[in-house]
């Protein structure tokens, strides 16, 4: 089956620490995101990426990195520079030909203690 | 300043009846529309999208309208049923440059649908 895949569904990190969120998809698709979600709150783009090694910066990427060193893998690491990193996180993937509807994974819910 | 405005936190609808659910957007330069469907704890769902050269679509129970004088569309449901109730999400795409295009998404509205 195709799909995206983000695990650990659930993560609890002391506050300081980084963490790697993991986002796999086998779509075959070019194009991968990373969002926030917050209660109340619409989904805010973190970062982007079109192709293999290059992305960009979204609306919130202050205090995350990312890389793209395969097509099939997009991880999203929360750095201890992020003020409130308690979070749902959404990575999703579309083809890159125009504007295309983006395909969502399950989310990984982030906790800071 | 939001640019992908849903003004109803929540709705609520008899099962069997029309959900409406309303969406408003600023950006002209938006050209592409969708509604995804979300429940707790997991990623949003896909619903049904409408390009900008379109004013309807139709997929089953969903349909989308789409009003672009009035930076408006909406997604009609009919018949509402419980397994409906969820949180709508209405999202617009614009290039953004460099080749790609971005979604910006509204808050949501949380639909009951009582049984």
């Known amino acids: 089956d195709g799909g995206i895949t983000q695990s650990p569904k659930y993560l609890f990190r002391k506050e300081g620490q980084n963490v790697t969120l993991s986002c796999e998809q086998n779509?075959?698709?070019?194009?991968m995101y990373w969002y926030r979600q917050d209660p109340g709150q619409g989904l805010r783009l973190i970062y982007y990426?079109?192709?293999?090694?290059?992305?960009q910066k979204g609306d919130i990427a202050e205090g995350y990195s990312v890389s793209r060193e395969k097509k099939e893998s997009f991880p999203l690491t929360v750095t201890s520079a992020q003020k409130n990193p308690t979070a749902f996180y959404l990575c999703?993937?579309?083809?890159?030909?125009?504007?295309?509807?983006?395909?969502f994974g399950p989310g990984t819910r982030l906790t800071v203690l | 300043d939001q640019q992908v405005k849903q003004n109803s936190p929540s709705l609520s609808v008899q099962e069997g009846r029309i959900s409406i659910l309303n969406c408003d957007y600023t950006?002209?330069?938006?050209?592409?529309f969708l509604w995804y469907k979300k429940y707790p704890a997991e990623g949003p769902t896909f619903l049904i999208s409408?390009?900008?050269?379109?004013d309807k679509n139709e997929d089953g129970r969903f349909t989308v309208f789409l009003n672009k004088s009035a930076k408006h569309l909406s997604l009609h449901i009919v018949p509402s049923q419980p397994g409906d109730s969820a949180v709508y999400f209405c999202?617009?795409?614009?290039?953004?440059?460099?080749?790609?295009?971005?979604?910006?998404f509204g808050k949501g509205t949380k639909l009951s649908v009582i049984p």
């Open positions: 999703a993937s579309s083809t890159d030909r125009g504007a295309d509807t983006q395909y």
């Open positions: 779509l075959n698709h070019d194009a």
């Open positions: 990426s079109q192709i293999v090694n290059d992305f």
């Open positions: 950006n002209s330069m938006f050209d592409y």
């Open positions: 409408i390009s900008s050269i379109k």
């Open positions: 999202a617009a795409s614009a290039y953004s440059g460099a080749g790609s295009y971005q979604l910006t």
